[in-house]
């Protein structure tokens, strides 16, 4: 990586409409991956349930693997993160894969674990998400009990180094809790991402509201890739992936209900310019 692509790093929100298979759903994956690279992206962020949107919520547990970092059997079939190893190396990207289901202790729930890979291909971080999606959606039928098949993660914040930033580690319903972003900011994550599966309902109301706000009041660029479309278990999801700068204005943003790919170019020294003249994250006086 060059010294302008670490300063003005180009990033990559991978919007995808996942179906209820893994191959096709990976092999899908691989295509937009290869397009982000191509277009000059060093990063690529893939949204939530990317290998997997399937039929029934317990579908997620027959595909379930043990973590690849753990002492789980050499034989033991890893698909999705051999594949993610392998398009990392491949296609010279550092991605942040979403979430893939990472099996638990409890045999009917799984860990929804947002990997990072850098560009050779190694598994460099690893955060399960920690904000559980259990709600009934007012005014709508919708409701949802993540919690019944989903372990929520350890509640640390996640901030790890690249050659183009501190990054911070978010998923979905975690945009709804400033609390953890004030925190990986407060770690000096410059880029904050957040994989998304928004229903087309909350994100109809709040997409854009939240993903501006968490970077407003963070002076962090979110990036947030989201599912879109319809899908096997009858949900609808929002799209709109996007990436936000550091003050909030929308850099890129897709259009489709589809698989898209959307790019844009950070500018670092904004970030710092930003936070050295406008220091509202060291004005705090509630903790």
């Known amino acids: 990586m060059t010294a302008a ?43 939530e349930n990317f290998a997997l949107m399937g039929a029934h919520e317990t579908d997620k547990l027959g595909v379930a693997e043990p973590d690849a970092a753990g002492p789980a059997a050499a034989d033991t079939p890893r698909p999705i993160q051999d594949f993610l190893a392998a398009a990392a190396r491949e296609h010279g990207l550092w991605i942040v ?14 860990y929804p674990a947002c990997c990072v890979y ?8 690893r955060y399960d998400k920690i904000h559980l999606f259990d709600v009934g959606v007012p005014d709508s039928a919708e409701a949802y009990r993540e919690s019944a098949t989903f372990m929520a993660g350890t509640p640390a914040p996640q901030v790890i180094d690249t050659p183009f930033g501190r990054l911070g580690l978010t998923v979905c319903y975690d945009l709804r809790f400033p609390e953890l972003y004030r925190a990986l900011a407060a770690d000096g994550a410059e880029i904050i991402v957040a994989p998304s599966a928004f229903t087309h309902t909350t994100g109809s109301a709040h997409w854009h509201v939240l993903t501006r706000a968490r970077a407003i009041e963070n002076l962090a660029t979110i990036v947030a890739p989201n599912q879109a479309g319809h899908h096997a278990n ?17 850099k890129a943003e897709a259009r489709s209900d589809a698989n898209e790919v959307v790019v844009a170019r950070i500018d670092r020294s904004r970030v710092e310019k930003l936070r050295d003249g406008f220091p509202c994250l060291s004005h705090r006086r509630l903790f």
């Open 5 to 47: 692509d670490s300063n003005t790093p180009l990033i990559a929100a991978i919007q995808m409409n996942s179906l209820g298979e893994v191959a096709p759903n990976l092999a899908r994956a691989n295509d937009l991956l290869a397009d982000a690279a191509k277009r000059g992206a060093v990063l690529a962020v893939l949204p």
């Open 97 to 110: 894969a979403g979430t893939i289901p990472i099996a638990s202790s409890e045999p009917d729930r799984v």
């Open 118 to 125: 850098d560009d050779s291909g190694a598994r460099v971080a």
């Open 234 to 250: 009858g949900r609808q999801t929002y799209g709109h992936s996007l990436i936000v700068d550091s003050w909030g204005q929308i």
